[in-house]
Structure formats: C-alpha cells, structure tokens
C-alpha cells in the first residue's frame, strides 16, 4: 500500500503545474486525501484537502490559485496549481489518513499513508 505522487518541476513565477497522487493497494473509495508540502527550513504544512463526497479546504495562502480535485474512475488525486509564486517551494506530498468517511483535519500526525515527496521550485 502506497501513495504514488508525481508532476513536480521548475517553473518561473505566475506558471502553472498539476500535481497527480495515485494510491496503489487501495481505491480512493471513502477516504480523504490532502496535500502538505515542506519548504526549506519549515515544517510540514497541509495545503488542500479533498473529502469522499468532493469537498476540499485550503489553506489561505494557496485559496483561489491552486485546486484539488478527484477521479474515482482513475483512482488519482490531484493538485492544480496555478499563479505559482517563489514561496510556494517546497516539496510537495501527498498523504491520506485511510479512514473511511475522514474529515480533513490535515494534521500530519494523523495521516497513515504518505507518497514520496515531488519537488516544486518557482523561480522569480
């Protein structure tokens, strides 16, 4: 079981990328999955989150430039990410708490299952 994420790169400012997460082991079915990311020198920060019946949260930095979204039929999880701005750096993970009918809490304690992270890097 595990969280397979991809679609990092380098970009320059205002440019756009879309971040996939696909589980393997398991069906998206009836969990929550988030984003979190690490910027250099910071903690892990939960970004988006998407619950079962399609509602996301954001966190306010990122409210109104990135979009999380899910495809059942695909079993994918993904992050569209546009207007990108050098503090958005970091690498970027995807995780679920593989608790069926989750909330997005995006506490990383809480989640169980983690992809390896993708690295974002958004030049000036």
């Known amino acids: 079981v595990q969280l397979q994420a991809s679609g990092g790169g380098l970009v320059q400012a205002g440019d756009s990328l879309r971040l996939s997460c696909a589980p393997s082991?398991?069906?998206?079915?009836?969990?929550?999955f988030s984003w979190f990311r690490r910027a250099p020198g910071k903690g892990r920060e939960g970004i988006s989150c998407?619950?079962?019946?399609?509602?996301?949260i954001y966190r306010n930095s990122v409210k109104g430039r990135f979009t999380i979204s899910r495809d059942d039929s695909k079993n994918t999880v993904s992050l569209q990410m546009d207007s990108l701005k050098p503090e958005d750096t970091a690498v970027y993970y995807c995780?679920?708490?593989?608790?069926?009918?989750?909330?997005?809490?995006?506490?990383?304690?809480?989640?169980?299952?983690w992809g390896r992270g993708t690295q974002v890097t958004v030049s000036s």
């Open positions: 995780a679920t708490e593989h608790i069926p009918g989750g909330t997005c809490e995006m506490n990383p304690v809480e989640q169980n299952y």
């Open positions: 082991g398991f069906t998206l079915d009836d969990y929550a």
């Open positions: 998407i619950m079962s019946d399609g509602r996301t």
